[in-house]
Every structure is written in C-alpha cells, then in structure tokens.
Nanobody, 126 residues
C-alpha cells in the first residue's frame, strides 16, 4: 500500500522559510513524478512544483525564484524548500505521486497524480 507522509509545515512570518518533506513508501519512488500542490480556504487545489522521474522540474510562476523542489531517490523523499514566504502562500500543502509521468502538459495537473498525502498546513503571517 502506498503512503505519502508530509511534514515540516507550520506558522512563519512573512519573509521566512520552511522546508516541507514528503516520505513515500509502498512504491518504486524513482518511477514516479513527485509533485507539490496546495489548497487555500475557499480555493481550488493548485499546482506548486513537481520533479519528474527524469529530473525535469516545473514550478508555478508565483513561486519561481522562491521555492525549490528536490528529491532523494535513496531516501524516497521529496522536499520543498520555501523561501521569502508571503501571506498568499498560506495553504494546506499536499505531496502527490504520478507513475512514469513526464508529459509537460499533464505533469502540472492534479488529475494526473495517482497518490496523495494527507497534507500539511503552512501559515504565513504578515
């Protein structure tokens, strides 16, 4: 059974940093694109960043230059380093896994991901 477990969320002042982690089990991690999505209250879940199995990386425009996604295929863990945080980054952040996904037009879509974590809350205060 596949499990994705996020950690690292919390409350931070604007301009601060957090690092989210997502530990995966029950799957061959290196075969999966690993992505981060977020959902703010009253809003749709949106794509944040993803790392394909071949190492291609994509970000939503609003986090480019501030967030860095990375993965450790030995530890079966994907990370999201979030710097220069803004109040509009406040959301529940979800980790997701997509088997063999490489297609750029699909890799940023939540519907393309097969497995999801339970989410971790990130709150940025001004």
């Amino acid at each position: 059974q596949v499990h994705l477990v996020e950690s690292g969320g919390g409350l931070v002042l604007a301009g601060g940093s957090l690092r989210l982690s997502c530990a995966a089990s029950g799957l061959t991690f290196s075969n999966y694109a690993m992505g981060w999505f977020r959902q703010a209250p009253g809003k749709e879940r949106e794509f944040v960043a993803t790392s394909s199995r071949s190492g291609k990386i994509y970000y939503i425009d609003s986090v480019k230059g501030r967030f860095i996604i990375s993965r450790d295929n030995i530890k079966n863990t994907v990370y999201l380093q979030m710097n220069s945080l803004k109040p509009e980054d406040t959301a529940v952040y979800y980790c997701a896994a997509a088997f063999l996904l490489e297609t750029p037009t699909l890799i940023m879509g939540a519907g393309s991901y097969h497995y999801w974590g339970q989410g971790t809350q990130v709150t940025v205060s001004s």
